[in-house]
């Protein structure tokens, strides 16, 4: 239905304009040179011109005008100075997903909807309010003479601005457009509040009002539970039907816990990886994910690298996959910022289009294939973006391009987005996340609201005040003050130790022990590490102190790369006398010594003694012979080491004197950011210098160069080396007040 037949329409329809209460904010669109009804002659007026459509600055600056006027209800005029049909247009965009601006949507489709959602149409003379034509065709309605329909015998207004209640000053109940469309009008409530025991700041960003909300949450805050009670909020007070109400959790076990806390299904609270997919999935019906080796034999199809001993080659080209499809960048200009993926922006398109001719596709194209979906099919646009009216999105720090391009797309026009999140708690940084999509809310969100959580419930004060003097040397955030409810922790429960990389394990189950044996209960002790392969060492030390944990190390941890070696070594060390010929081809690659094709060919049986090893020197030639005699050395040593019962010096004596460091250093530094382990990557130790450490405190045990995270109390912890970029939180959910269980070690892959 076009605007040009809206007056026509109205009047087959038996439908008369009565003009609605001041409260609803409804503006007018003229003609040109037109004056205004009586009720805009003061009203601030914008002009819609072929030259504003001609001019995408200024039409942005219109946009965002009349987006404002739309969330802040602003009676107001627009003069219409262009073809009637200007509008009309459907967009699509050809060009690459990232070829385009973060902020870009679809303008027309933007504009097209502010001009006519919460807005008379008077452009042939006649004022006309679309949505009494709109419900005639939708639900049973009848005209009405003092409101826009009548619907079971009582009179209501239609109102096309933001959902938000309304007090009784209004002379009808008001239904929303959004009622409409779904043919189910639904009266909007009164002004309600929330029911549940929530602290003032919790209850203020709850029941937000009209448009999108910015909610900083620092970890303590009870960001879940603000989260969970706005969502309760549009279901049960605010009347929100659910098909038209999306949450978008960060993770699989976030996402569930919305949906258990609410009792929803799946399709109302999901990750924003499962929202790409079925978008993707209902533009290509039929796909399929596929997992690393079939992205690595892919590849492998389109660029051609050199193998080298303890390199991953394909590696490098995965990341820039990733830094394409979720940074949005350039194709080539990533390969030219590195010096390990020639060929890789002429592989890039290729390689997706013979995933998509196979029927499958990979973890990336979720996100980056849906927005190219959108993008390319306004029809597709126009589902999803019924389907996400209502758009919650946690841990919105950790977005990246892609993600918020996602978000903003589905969300348009309207963009009623409920941000929450921490730009103090950014972890994604090397996929492209960026804190500016937080604190500059207001860019993509015009009009937004703000609230600010201020309160830790978790953390003693000693330890907000150290975090939030950490967390004040980063460079872009929001400064927020935060207080604690713990006031009476004592003030010198954080100390920070530094002791050297090598000793850090043995250091922190030292601790653990002595907590313990002074009266200390293991299920008060939590161990965390930035990486779970950095927790190995830690839980060695542990059981050879006879002290047992609980903790998220799995039989997959044990199959990483440097893991997987180190324990293959392990067992030749304590076995010498039967290793398997899986383990023997596992040491020989690690460190690489040239010798795995021979290895494997000299090697056949499954079971080897020291002596058969030896008999397979004399089958190698003077070359390969003198590596062996050193793999034989090696191996004899570690054995000996083994033999003595040290555990610890075991397994030092197989990464240094062995050179599994070596060999996990050169797979390490063959990634990048994330993929590589802390202890490469450079860290500022700031905490110390306002505390530091003193006798009797819980510590923090962090290496030379690393910064620390503690919530003490109830829980003690030993604490690992942190990431890089923005400060860790006070109180980071890895810590809560419940019992942990045995001594725990806590990591994150």
């Not at 805050?221 to 109400?245: D, F, H, N, P, W």
């Not at 390319?376 to 993600?403: G, K, M």
């Not at 937080?438 to 975090?467: E, M, Q």
């Not at 070594?569 to 040491?587: H, K, N, T, Y």
Request: some cysteine; glycine content about 8%; overall charge positive.
């Amino acid at each position: 239905m076009r605007p040009a037949c809206a007056s026509h329409l109205a009047s087959t329809l038996g439908f008369m304009t009565m003009f609605a209460p001041a409260t609803l904010g409804r503006g007018i669109v003229v003609a040109p040179g037109t004056p205004p009804p009586e009720p805009w002659t003061e009203a601030p007026r914008s002009t819609v011109s072929t030259a504003t459509l001609n001019n995408p600055k200024n039409l942005r600056t219109l946009i965002d005008t009349l987006h404002r006027y739309w969330v802040s209800r602003t009676p107001h005029v627009i003069e219409w100075d262009c073809e009637a049909t200007a509008l009309g247009t459907h967009e699509t965009d050809e060009r690459a997903v990232y070829e385009l601006p973060t902020e870009w949507l679809p303008p027309l489709e933007r504009l097209r909807f502010l001009c006519f959602s919460n807005n008379y149409d008077a452009r042939t003379g006649e004022a006309v309010w679309w949505w009494t034509a709109k419900a005639a065709h939708l639900i049973t309605c009848s005209p009405s003479n003092t409101a826009d329909v009548v619907v079971d015998g009582v009179d209501m207004w239609i109102d096309g601005g933001p959902r938000q209640t309304f007090d009784l000053v209004l002379n009808h109940p008001v239904v929303s457009y959004e009622s409409i469309e779904l043919a189910r009008p639904r009266v909007l409530p009164q002004r309600v509040a929330v029911t549940g025991a929530l602290a003032t700041d919790q209850r203020e960003a709850v029941e937000h009002g009209a448009g999108a909300a910015r909610i900083i949450a620092p970890a303590g805050s009870g960001k879940t539970r603000t989260l969970t009670e706005r969502l309760r909020y549009l279901l049960e007070e605010l009347g929100v039907e659910a098909e038209i109400v999306t949450a978008l959790a960060y993770n699989d076990r976030a996402a569930a816990e919305l949906r258990n806390r609410l009792g929803v299904d799946r399709s109302l609270a999901r990750t924003i990886h499962s929202l790409g997919w079925e978008i993707l999935r209902a533009a290509r019906p039929g796909l399929d994910l596929i997992g690393e080796m079939d992205v690595r034999r892919a590849l492998e199809r389109f660029v051609s690298v050199p193998r080298r001993s303890n390199t991953d080659a394909i590696g490098p080209y995965i990341e820039a996959l990733d830094r394409v499809r979720s940074g949005l960048v350039n194709p080539e200009t990533v390969e030219s910022e590195r010096d390990d993926v020639p060929g890789f922006a002429a592989a890039f398109e290729p390689y997706r289009e013979y995933l998509y001719r196979r029927g499958g596709v990979d973890h990336g194209e979720q996100i980056y294939g849906a927005i190219e979906a959108l993008i390319r099919d306004p029809a597709l646009r126009t589902r999803w973006q019924q389907r996400c009216r209502h758009l919650l999105v946690d841990e919105f720090q950790d977005l990246t391009p892609a993600y918020l391009m996602l978000i903003r797309l589905v969300a348009s026009p309207q963009l009623n987005v409920f941000g929450v999140g921490d730009d103090d708690q950014v972890i994604y940084g090397y996929a492209g996340a960026d804190p500016s999509f937080l604190i500059d809310f207001d860019t993509y969100f015009p009009s937004a609201g703000k609230h600010t959580l201020l309160t830790n419930y978790r953390s003693p004060g000693a330890v907000v005040t150290a975090t939030m003097n950490l967390l004040s040397y980063n460079k872009r955030r929001i400064n927020k003050e935060i207080s604690s409810t713990d006031a009476t922790a004592a003030a010198d429960s954080l100390q920070v130790l530094r002791v050297p990389t090598d000793t850090m394990a043995s250091e922190a189950a030292s601790l653990v022990a002595t907590w313990c044996t002074g009266g200390g209960s293991p299920t008060d002790i939590a161990v965390l590490a930035r990486v779970n392969a950095a927790l190995l060492p830690v839980k060695a030390a542990l059981a050879d102190l006879g002290i047992s944990t609980n903790d998220q190390l799995t039989a997959q941890t044990l199959q990483r790369t440097a893991a997987r070696a180190l324990f293959a070594w392990l067992r030749v060390a304590m076995r010498p006398e039967a290793i398997s010929r899986s383990d023997l081809l596992e040491i020989v690659r690690r460190p690489s010594r040239g010798l795995n094709r021979l290895t494997a060919e000299y090697a056949p049986r499954r079971r080897f003694g020291l002596n058969d090893l030896g008999r397979i020197r004399g089958q190698l030639d003077d070359k390969p012979a003198r590596r062996w005699d050193e793999f034989l050395d090696d191996i004899t040593t570690t054995v000996a080491m083994a033999r003595s019962g040290d555990a610890l010096a075991t397994v030092r004596h197989i990464i240094t004197h062995v050179g599994l460091a070596t060999s996990a250093g050169g797979l390490d530094h063959g990634r990048t950011n994330a993929a590589r382990p802390s202890h490469t990557r450079p860290h500022r130790h700031r905490a110390s210098r306002q505390y530091p450490p003193r006798s009797g405190q819980l510590c923090i045990v962090v290496d030379g160069c690393s910064r620390p995270e503690i919530r003490p109390g109830r829980c003690r912890a030993v604490v690992g080396a942190s990431r890089q970029g923005h400060g860790m939180a006070p109180g980071s959910r890895v810590l809560g007040r419940r019992r942990v269980g045995p001594a725990r070690a806590i990591g994150r892959s």
